[in-house]
């Protein structure tokens, strides 16, 4: 009996990948506030935060690896390659117009 509840334990104890993505989004050099709606897409799966009244944004993804990181401003979405870890993963971004077209860059 003892070796069945064992070998459910372990199976049911599948380990958990989770990495923390975290930043600030900057505008213009200064904070873009709250309400900025930030994604990150891994695989298939999609994670989804806004920005806290200093311009912070925190998410946890379960997967690692390649990822892409999406800030949504009104219609537009500019986005970038990044990469989700076991651990943490500080990205803080910028906003800039180029091209009459809102990009985003790692700072």
């Known amino acids: 009996m003892r070796m069945i509840v064992a070998a459910l334990c372990v199976a049911l104890a599948s380990p958990a990948f989770a990495g923390e993505i975290f930043g600030t989004i900057k505008e213009g050099g200064k904070t ?4 900025v ?3 990150v897409t891994c695989g298939a799966k999609t ?3 806004a920005t806290n009244k200093f311009g912070s944004y925190r998410l946890v993804a379960e997967e690692t690896g390649k990822c892409t990181l999406a800030v949504v401003v009104g219609a537009e979405k500019p986005s ?3 990469h989700s870890f076991e ?3 500080r990205y803080n971004l910028v ?3 180029q091209d009459g077209k809102l990009t985003v860059r790692s700072e």
């Open 80 to 82: 970038l390659e990044i």
């Open 95 to 97: 906003l800039e117009k």
């Open 32 to 35: 873009v506030g709250e309400g």
């Open 37 to 39: 709606k930030v994604e």
């Open 47 to 49: 994670y989804t935060g």
């Open 87 to 89: 651990d943490s993963a």
